[in-house]
């Protein structure tokens, strides 16, 4: 048996359960230094985020004899925390800690939404059918009336309308995003 039929059937003994490593698998799960994943700290973060009242998080902690295993499969240091040395292997094996944010939507994405309302979208319709009747009386029936001001006037007003929700909900976004950026530096000194 050659080394990479060796590499395809070796089993990694993980939070009590084998699992199967070998080139499809990721270096995240092989790497000898770590024997915890990201999908497992992922795992326990998200039991300590959907915290209730059984507080399945703490149970997990008391089943797995406690902080100090999380401890030693991070190989953390409970009084020292962890070392610089060890840094560049837990970017490699971790991932980078970063909050992926959202970017600010554009600002026709904000126009579209608000076009999107039906009542909107009836009006707009409305407005059409008023102009084209009273355009086709005007041209073909040689009726001299002036009936597709009412039509422009509501497509003035449906303008007025989209704008001014549009400019309002971008610069309200605007403002979310730089609280979110000052929260970030606030959260960064400390």
């Known amino acids: 048996m050659d080394e990479k039929d060796e590499e395809t059937l070796s089993i990694i003994i993980h939070d009590n359960k084998p699992t199967q490593s070998g080139p499809e698998s990721n270096k995240s799960q092989s790497n000898p230094l770590f024997s915890i994943t990201p999908k497992d700290l992922s795992n326990l973060m998200n039991l300590y985020k959907d915290r209730s009242d059984n507080y399945n998080d703490i149970k997990y902690f008391q089943e797995k004899g406690g902080i100090l295993p999380l401890l030693t499969s991070l190989k953390t240091d409970a009084k020292d925390g962890i070392s610089t040395l060890s840094l560049e292997n837990r970017l490699e094996h971790f991932g980078s800690n970063k909050i992926f944010v959202k970017p600010l939507p554009n600002f026709m994405d904000f126009v579209f939404e608000a076009l999107s309302d039906k009542m909107i979208i009836i009006l707009i319709i409305s407005s059409l059918v008023e102009?084209?009747?009273?355009?086709?009386?005007?041209?073909?029936k040689g009726e001299n009336n002036i009936d597709y001001l009412d039509g422009i006037s509501i497509i003035i007003a449906i303008v007025v309308v989209v704008m001014v929700g549009s400019i309002t909900n971008y610069k309200k976004e605007m403002k979310f995003h730089s609280l979110n950026d000052f929260e970030k530096k606030v959260l960064n000194i400390m």
């Open 131 to 140: 102009i084209s009747i009273s355009l086709f009386n005007k041209f073909f």
